[in-house]
């Protein structure tokens, strides 16, 4: 009944920028907690930011905070990622997610219900 399709992801270079889109299906996008995750090879699915359905609180990962900055567009069911100052280990797949509803953590994927495909960010060095 979900769907979210994230775009945006490529090669760029270190200190470069990028930014990342999440198109979510359905009238009650804006509702929902949104979150983005990440997960290089060889590693665990990790947290990256979250966002409030109003887009009044924000939350991110000690590795992005003030880099990344996450954003949405209810209107246009959408929820964004600026990352900015790229590092190479900020290369991974990059997945947005739906937050559980009425959950109180935003940084653990066991509270998101579903699942983007995933964009490839990678960042040379």
């Known amino acids: 009944q979900v769907q979210l399709v994230e775009s945006g992801g490529g090669l760029v270079q270190a200190g470069g920028s990028l930014r990342l889109s999440c198109a979510a299906s359905?009238?009650?996008?804006?509702?929902?907690?949104m979150g983005w995750f990440r997960q290089a090879p060889g590693k665990e699915r990790e947290f990256v930011a979250a966002?409030?359905?109003?887009?009044?609180?924000?939350y991110y990962a000690d590795s992005v905070k003030g880099r990344f900055t996450i954003s949405r567009d209810n209107a246009k069911n959408t929820v964004y990622l600026q990352m900015n100052s790229l590092k190479p280990e900020d290369t991974a797949v990059y997945y947005c997610?739906?937050?559980?509803?009425?959950?109180?953590?935003?940084?653990?994927?066991?509270?998101?219900?579903?699942w983007g495909q995933g964009t490839q960010v990678t960042v040379s060095s």
């Open positions: 997610a739906r937050n559980r509803a009425g959950s109180s953590w935003y940084d653990s994927l066991y509270e998101y219900d579903y």
């Open positions: 966002i409030s359905w109003s887009g009044g609180s924000t």
């Open positions: 359905g009238r009650t996008f804006s509702s929902y907690a």
